[in-house]
């Protein structure tokens, strides 16, 4: 498959700006998102993608946000969620409902809205590619993280029951469970862990393997982790 367009969620920061340049400079037609204008704008001019910012929060917004991008593009060949946020870490005991539901719409909801619109349009065509970025939180239980690992949990279970709904299709899904990375996510620097360009290198060539040839989950980690 002769992958052309890819339409990608928070595009703006750290490992979703990496990939928008590193899929740009590869020849792709991309249609970025993310929450911060100013930054798209200067992404927009930087690599000449297309965008639209959207507060992923907002279940209409998310729907919208999907047929602005494939009108952009005329199809949509690849679908990269890729935004997440975790509002911050502490015991379960101290979290609060307003901070659940809102890791619940971006986390969850957010990806859920766009997997199901992009397997509406890939089913007629029987082809795609629908590239999950999870986290390796999904594959532990991190105390003070309660809320953001069920989230990632939550979306890992719905890739993979959509893996299985889609590979007799002819869709490719894959889960991508990266560790560590250095992005103004965390608050501190960690240059022990890796840079968002090595990542986004990592993720872009899953476009580019042969087509007999299905990625279910694709796992790695910075040196200074090992497991």
Do not use: W
């Amino acid at each position: 498959m002769n992958y052309q367009t890819v339409f990608i969620t928070g595009a703006t920061k750290g490992l979703g700006r990496a990939l928008v340049i590193d899929l740009c400079s590869k020849g792709y037609r991309v249609f970025a998102s993310g929450r911060d204008e100013t930054q798209l704008q200067q992404l927009m001019q930087q690599t000449g993608c297309l965008g639209q910012s959207c507060d992923l929060s907002q279940a209409d917004a998310v729907v919208e946000l999907f047929h602005k991008a494939k009108q952009a593009l005329g199809h949509i060949d690849v679908l990269i969620n890729n935004a997440g946020m975790n509002s911050r870490k502490c015991d379960l005991a101290e979290t609060n409902l307003e901070e659940f539901e809102q890791q619940y719409a971006i986390n969850l909801r957010a990806p859920y809205l766009l997997c199901r619109e992009a397997m509406q349009q890939m089913l007629p065509k029987k082809q795609g590619y629908i590239i999950n970025i999870v986290s390796t939180v999904a594959k532990r239980s991190n105390a003070t993280m309660s809320i953001y690992t069920a989230m990632k949990q939550g979306f890992a279970g719905l890739n993979n029951v959509l893996m299985k709904e889609a590979q007799p299709h002819g869709i490719k899904v894959t889960a991508v469970y990266p560790g560590g990375i250095n992005t103004s996510f965390r608050k501190q620097e960690r240059p022990q862990y890796m840079q968002p360009e090595s990542v986004a290198t990592m993720i872009s060539q899953l476009l580019s393997n042969p087509e007999d040839v299905v990625v279910h989950e694709l796992t790695f980690r910075p040196a200074v982790e090992l497991e």
